[in-house]
């Protein structure tokens, strides 16, 4: 079963604008939601990430919103750069497992100048 | 910087062959996992360890063994290959410890062809 799943699968936006990518999740449980990114060829890397005592981090042009209720996180790119093209993957770890962190299938995002 | 080396980096094997991924971190990091990366399917965790001589199983373990000699070395086995199992295979390390936040890194990568 998929635990943490992410839309769309696929995106492109031109050059400066905002980038939005979604993620949920089913487990209550979950409380840390890290965001990494990979390039083409590379290794996945940390990008950015929220536990839910807030409903907003931010880091530079990357903005992660959370939605407790509703399960729901979103990825926020602005002024979106085409150095920004590769592969954003959301995760999620459990409190009470917090070695055990699951990724989603990815969204595959392409920034045209 | 955090270091994580994975062998072989490309592996071709025929069906029913045996494969061992090897996984070596320089970090001193407690956790240790091994994920694999299909198209359609983003990164699923295989098995993972919290220590020498400890194993915890992931979300898609059938076919693998795996096992954690000692705090640096995770070791990847798949006795009877099948053409189900080509994939990237990653290796990945964290730690929790010390108000550390767990963040993974990961190897290069290790390519897998069951022929």
């Known amino acids: 079963q998929q635990q943490v799943r992410q839309s769309p699968q696929s995106l492109t936006v031109w050059e400066g604008e905002t980038a939005i990518l979604n993620c949920s999740y089913e487990d209550s449980t979950f409380d840390y939601f890290p965001w990494y990114w990979q390039f083409p060829r590379e290794s996945p890397a940390l990008l950015i990430a929220i536990r839910p005592v807030s409903n907003k981090k931010e880091d530079g042009r990357f903005t992660i919103f959370f939605n407790k209720r509703e399960k729901k996180l979103s990825l926020h790119i602005t002024d979106s750069q085409p150095g920004d093209s590769a592969t954003y993957f959301c995760?999620?770890?459990?409190?009470?497992?917090?070695?055990?962190?699951?990724f989603g299938q990815g969204t595959k995002l392409s920034i045209k100048p | 910087e955090a270091a994580v080396t994975q062998s072989p980096r490309n592996k071709v094997t025929v069906t029913g062959g045996n494969v061992t991924l090897s996984c070596r971190q320089t970090n001193s990091h407690n956790y240790m996992y091994w994920y694999r990366q299909d198209t359609g399917h983003g990164l699923r965790l295989i098995h993972y360890s919290y220590g020498a001589g400890n194993l915890q199983i992931g979300d898609v373990p059938d076919g693998y063994k795996a096992t954690r000699t000692t705090q640096e070395d995770f070791f990847l086995l798949l006795e009877l290959a099948s053409p189900s199992q080509t994939s990237l295979y990653f290796c990945a390390s964290s730690d929790f410890r010390g108000g550390n936040t767990g963040q993974l890194y990961f190897g290069e990568g290790s390519k897998l062809t069951v022929l």
């Open positions: 995760a999620a770890s459990a409190n009470y497992n917090q070695g055990k962190l699951i």
